[in-house]
């Protein structure tokens, strides 16, 4: 069964740099099936992409956070990771790493971690 | 961007009521449409893919229908384990959410 886990700091100080890691387990990061995304969410509110790498490193981001946001994949690891750098309060919310299971006519987000708030905060 | 405008944002029913859920891009997006569930607390759970396709494991109450730029998503009788956030999501161009439709028991 496919695991992914998110770890990472929950407070963050405003205008610094956000970063969280998603450990996969019982499966590979290094699989061509997969994107591995972002996801967040602001408390009481909607889901809001962030961003994916598939394992050759390959990256595409959400237009809206893409001059702030990268994300990287550690194959050695079997991890992937985000980092969103001048955070404002604005990016206070849970994020969720996820696994976009894809073929040649679809995409889907099947596996989720289950979340971790980051607060940004002085 | 395409934006997805879901409707309504939040609904109440009875159990067994037929429930309806719809979700309209700014574009065609074809069929790249999927559905989640999310309860109070929880990751969001894949229901539907490629705007009709049940994902495995999922109970057949569920569907969903659509093409180009108009959805649906339907619980063909609700159940109280029902109870959750729905959200549409499209996958054609970069990746956009809606705004999620909130279903609460009559």
């Known amino acids: 069964q496919v695991q992914l886990q998110e770890s990472g700091p929950g407070l963050v100080k405003p205008s610094e740099t956000l970063s969280l890691t998603c450990t996969v387990s019982?499966?590979?990061?290094?699989?061509?099936?997969?994107?591995w995304s972002w996801i967040r969410q602001p408390p009481g509110k909607g889901l809001e992409w962030i961003g994916y790498?598939?394992?050759?490193?390959?990256?595409n981001y959400n237009p809206s956070l893409k001059s702030r946001v990268t994300i990287s994949v550690d194959t050695s690891r079997n991890h992937f990771s985000l980092k969103l750098n001048s955070v404002t309060a604005a990016d206070t919310a849970v994020y969720y790493c996820?696994?976009?299971?894809?073929?040649?006519?679809?995409?889907?987000?099947?596996?989720w971690g289950q979340g971790t708030l980051v607060t940004v905060s002085s | 961007d395409i934006q997805m405008t879901q409707s309504p944002s939040s609904l109440s029913a009875s159990v067994g009521d037929r429930v309806t859920i719809t979700c309209q891009a700014t574009?065609?997006?074809?069929?790249?449409l999927n559905w989640y569930q999310q309860k109070p607390g929880k990751a969001p759970k894949l229901l539907i893919y490629?705007?009709?396709n049940l994902e495995t494991g999922v109970p057949s109450r569920f569907s969903g229908s659509g093409s180009g730029t108009d959805f649906t998503f339907t619980i063909s009788s609700l159940q109280p384990e029902d109870i959750a956030t729905y959200y549409c999501?499209?996958?054609?161009?970069?990746?956009?959410f809606g705004q999620g439709t909130k279903v609460e028991i009559k």
């Open positions: 996820a696994r976009a299971r894809r073929s040649y006519h679809y995409e889907a987000l099947d596996y």
């Open positions: 019982g499966g590979s990061v290094s699989s061509g099936s997969y994107y």
């Open positions: 790498i598939y394992y050759t490193g390959s990256t």
């Open positions: 574009q065609g997006i074809i069929n790249s």
């Open positions: 490629d705007a009709s």
């Open positions: 999501q499209q996958d054609d161009n970069l990746r956009t």
